[in-house]
């Protein structure tokens, strides 16, 4: 039976802190920090009962942190190129090393993270780990490459704006943080939040290029000032326009792809790949053929937000991309009863060649909990929107851990402030996941009932073949009298066949649902009457299959029936 990904996103340092005091600005002494230990197997177990298949363990890679290492003899981070105390795991430091944060012992965190990945595959979960390809942190320096490899930038020539092997881009001026407004350290905020000793402000000349493409001495707060681009082979700067330089193949492509094969060869199973659009479609081919000759099975996840180069990216290796822009957005606004239901099915037309390769979520790390004040308010909301993208086709679906829980994300924990989403600056505890992992007896009723509607959901995804496996067609052509806050569709594989309608409405409804002889004649439905399993209530319901003809169904509030037929 092939399985549907399910993929849980965890942001690792966060996950199994039990420290409850969320000191605003605190320090890891104040606020604690999780560690890769905490995921033990009763864990991991826990993760998989709720239907995931995978882990997607967040910011393990070493990172630029305001917390002092240097007793390990990990290099301190000035803090004016550090967002929040803790930093940000997308400001790499170090490829090879692991964040020593989420360590118990910083000595042999790299063994606890083999124990992990070895946990976890013991247990039946693959694991995902970040790559970042497009920048790296301010003062990026590698303690734990291999003997052979030479360090980014390390033979780069800083004259030059632009080189084809050198990995960085130079700009003729030192760096200029004063629009930064001291960097990551705001005026009200104490010194003392810093663990890392400060004696002047941070320095860097030349100046080499932000890395969201800022090619100017003098980023603002909001660019990733502290992070700088790396350079595969494009001069953006070129008095011609921008002019690429792939042959021979840039330094940077070698260095970035043995760190590819660095971590598969260790047991990852899968690379969540971030910002891939910013980095070379060429680049992502040469690389994923390197990778996939090695370890076949490897997947890679690319953050691409622009609809126009999905297939670009998909030619290019990658295995599964996240629909953001398209299904995201949508589901997010019916949700809100900004759209009407009949836009999702707009979105998946506009990906049906690739459908397969669309990875769908809810929540992730960059976006706003469902139940923040900022997104829907209620959890519950985000069911109906949960029915129709983990059921609607075989593709992966992904959920970040605290949203089975119904997070809210309304901390002001630090430098991420109050935004309705979850810090990954700063130290802290998110007590949802306190109370669902740690000490459950204290889990509220409401978390335990939205907890039980994912896993049901869920679970579903991979217990049916008719989910993991089956065709899929579309029901709203023909129930228009339902595009507004109703979804319908069905899925099909051999003999069963799966009749779902999704529910966005926070009041009962009773519906008529036609199917039409197209889909009896594209599926193969025999028709006649038939006795149908609800699999989110366990209940019976007669039906009757006639093409053309109407089924009068009940649909609860804010979610959804999916009726299970064997013909």
């Known amino acids: 039976m092939n399985m549907k990904p399910i993929i849980y996103q965890v942001f690792t340092r966060l996950f199994g802190n039990r420290n409850t005091t969320n000191k605003e600005w605190g320090t890891i002494a104040e606020n604690g920090v999780g560690k890769m230990n905490d995921f033990d197997n009763a864990i991991l177990r826990r993760i998989k009962t709720l239907g995931a298949t995978h882990v997607w363990f967040t910011g393990v890679i070493r990172h630029a942190s305001q917390t002092d290492y240097t007793s390990h003899g990990i290099p301190c981070q000035h803090p004016d190129v550090v967002k929040g105390v ?83 881009y130079y700009i003729d001026a030192p760096l200029d943080l004063s629009n930064v407004e001291g960097g990551a350290m705001k005026d009200d905020v104490p010194q003392s939040a810093s663990t890392c000793s400060e004696h002047s402000r941070y320095k860097e000349s030349p100046a080499r290029a932000t890395g969201n493409d800022v090619f100017s001495s003098t980023p603002s707060r909001n660019d990733w000032y502290e992070t700088v681009k790396l350079n595969y082979g494009i001069d953006y700067c070129d008095a011609g326009g921008r002019s690429e330089h792939f042959s021979p193949i840039p330094d940077t492509w070698d260095k970035m792809t043995d760190i590819l094969l660095f971590w598969a060869q260790k047991g990852v199973d899968a690379f969540r790949c971030d910002m ?19 370890y076949p099975e490897v997947k890679f996840i690319g953050e691409v937000y622009n609809p126009d180069e999905y297939r670009k990216y998909i030619s290019a290796g990658f295995d599964w991309l996240y629909d953001k822009v398209g299904m995201y957005d949508c589901v997010r606004d019916v949700m809100c009863n900004r759209r009407s239901t009949s836009d999702i099915t707009n979105q998946w037309q506009q990906t049906n060649d690739i459908l397969d390769n669309m990875l769908y979520f809810l929540e992730n790390h960059d976006e706003q909990r469902i139940a923040s004040d900022f997104f829907a308010v209620d959890a519950r909301r985000g069911i109906p929107g949960l029915i129709v993208c983990a059921l609607l086709n075989t593709s992966p679906f992904m959920l970040y851990a605290g949203q089975e829980f119904g997070e809210r994300g309304m901390d002001k924990e630090g430098f991420s402030g109050r935004d309705g989403r979850t810090t990954i600056f700063d130290y802290w505890c998110v007590d949802t996941l306190h109370r669902g992992y740690f000490n459950r007896r204290l889990l509220h009723k409401d978390e335990k009932m939205l907890e039980a509607a994912y896993k049901q959901i869920l679970t579903l995804a991979n217990s049916e073949r008719v989910v993991s496996e089956g065709q899929f067609y ?27 309608v999704s529910n966005f409405d926070d009041r009962p409804i009773e519906c008529d649902i036609t199917i039409p002889r197209h889909a009896f004649d594209f599926l193969q439905i025999a028709e006649g009457t038939y006795t149908a399993v609800d699999l989110l209530t366990n209940s019976d319901l007669e039906l009757s299959l006639r093409p053309d003809s109407a089924i009068s169904i009940d649909l609860p509030p804010l979610g959804g029936v999916v009726l299970k037929i064997s013909c």
């Open 86 to 168: 803790a930093g940000s795991p997308y400001a790499i430091t170090d490829y090879y090393d692991i964040d020593p944060d989420i360590a118990v012992d910083t000595e042999h965190r790299m063994d606890e993270w083999l124990a992990l990945i070895d946990r976890a595959h013991k247990i039946g979960l693959k694991v995902v780990m970040d790559f970042v390809p497009n920048h790296v942190a301010r003062e990026y320096q590698s303690i734990c490459k291999p003997e052979e490899v030479k360090d980014l930038g390390e033979d780069d020539c800083t004259d030059w704006h632009f080189a084809r092997d050198n990995n960085f």
């Open 474 to 500: 579309d029901l709203m052509y023909v129930n228009r009298h339902i595009a507004d806050r109703q979804f319908a569709f069905l899925r099909k594989h051999e003999r069963e066949t799966l009749l779902v």
């Open 276 to 294: 891939a659009e910013m980095v070379p479609a060429a680049f992502w081919a040469w690389a994923t053929d390197k990778v996939k000759f090695q």
